[in-house]
């Protein structure tokens, strides 16, 4: 039933647009900045991957990426229309002109960047695993705090394989269409059985009621479960996981041959970095300084 309302509920919000509006607008943007920015900018962001973009009790559209649009566009002076899109029809829905912006907690990886462009990253977090804190997984001890994949070392491959080995025969739970469900494929396919989930809330659900053991996702998609009186029961375990295959950052995503577009996001984004914005918003939403440099 959970499933079902939270279906419901995201399908209701597809129509929905940025500061409080409620009619749709699928058509291109009618205007633009003196910068060449459209005006309205249409934004996509998913709704359900909490604290980064998630549905208030109200049906409002809230967290971090939301308020950081909403900084964003008043720094370029246009308006920001919010609408909410299924996380795996984002960047196909992008290309074929729907909106013109993704705000989703995307990572920026060589495989997007041949689909789309990206701003400069604004976020970036490591991955990691959780399970029950009565899983005796909880209580391994796996030698590393953090798993860089750029360049792999021995150490590294080393506790790589030692969770491989304990991991062997479980059932791992991962949003599709994700920089994690990249890693479980490249990485763990050979030894745990995947479920994969359209969002990251459907999947926290599976994992409290015990369909999957563990579940893969970002530290502070995480802690936002972990944190809610549903997730005591749960905790991280084992290293975490960045680098190669993890990307560089979340970023917002445009399609290719907007360049004043991206010029006037990146500016932005980097007024928000030195004047202390994203740093604010980060502490707000995520409880520490998640921005990057």
């Known amino acids: 039933m959970k499933k079902l309302m939270a279906t419901l509920a995201l399908a209701g919000l597809m129509a929905l647009t940025g500061c409080g509006k409620d009619e749709a607008k699928k058509e291109p943007s009618a205007s633009a900045t003196a910068g060449g920015v459209p005006n309205p900018l249409r934004v996509a962001t998913e709704g359900?991957?909490?604290?980064?973009?998630?549905?208030?009790?109200?049906?409002?559209?809230?967290?971090f990426e939301i308020d950081m649009m909403k900084d964003i566009c008043k720094r370029i002076g246009t308006e920001c229309q919010f609408q909410a899109q299924a996380w795996d029809g984002m960047i196909p829905a992008l290309q074929a002109g729907r909106f013109d912006a993704i705000v989703a907690g995307m990572s920026i990886t060589d495989e997007r960047l041949a689909a789309v462009d990206f701003s400069s990253g604004y976020t970036t977090t490591p991955a990691y695993l959780v399970s029950a804190n009565a899983n005796p997984l909880q209580d391994v001890e796996y030698g590393l705090e953090r798993i860089d994949l750029t360049e792999i070392s021995a150490d590294e491959q080393a506790a790589i394989d030692k969770i491989k080995g304990l991991l062997k025969g479980k059932v791992l739970g991962v949003q599709t269409s994700?920089?994690?469900?990249?890693?479980?494929?490249?990485?763990?396919?050979d030894v745990v059985d995947i479920r994969r989930y359209d969002t990251q809330e459907n999947l926290a659900l599976d994992l409290q009621t015990g369909r999957v053991e563990i579940g893969l996702a970002d530290a502070i998609t995480w802690n936002a479960f972990l944190q809610r009186p549903e997730g005591k029961d749960f905790?991280?375990?084992?290293?975490?996981?960045?680098?190669?295959?993890?990307g560089r950052g979340q970023g917002i995503a445009i399609a290719k041959g907007r360049p004043e577009l991206l010029a006037a996001l990146n500016k932005a984004i980097a007024d928000m970095k030195a004047d202390g914005a994203m740093k604010n918003l980060s502490v707000q939403w995520f409880g520490f300084d998640s921005s990057m440099p």
Do not use: C, E, Q, R
């Not at 359900?48 to 967290?63: E, S």
């Not at 375990?237 to 190669?244: L, R």
């Open 178 to 189: 994700t920089i994690h469900a990249n890693f479980v494929d490249k990485y763990l396919a």
């Open 48 to 63: 359900a991957y909490p604290p980064y973009n998630m549905v208030d009790a109200g049906g409002n559209l809230v967290g």
């Open 235 to 246: 905790s991280y375990f084992g290293p975490g996981f960045d680098g190669g295959l993890f």
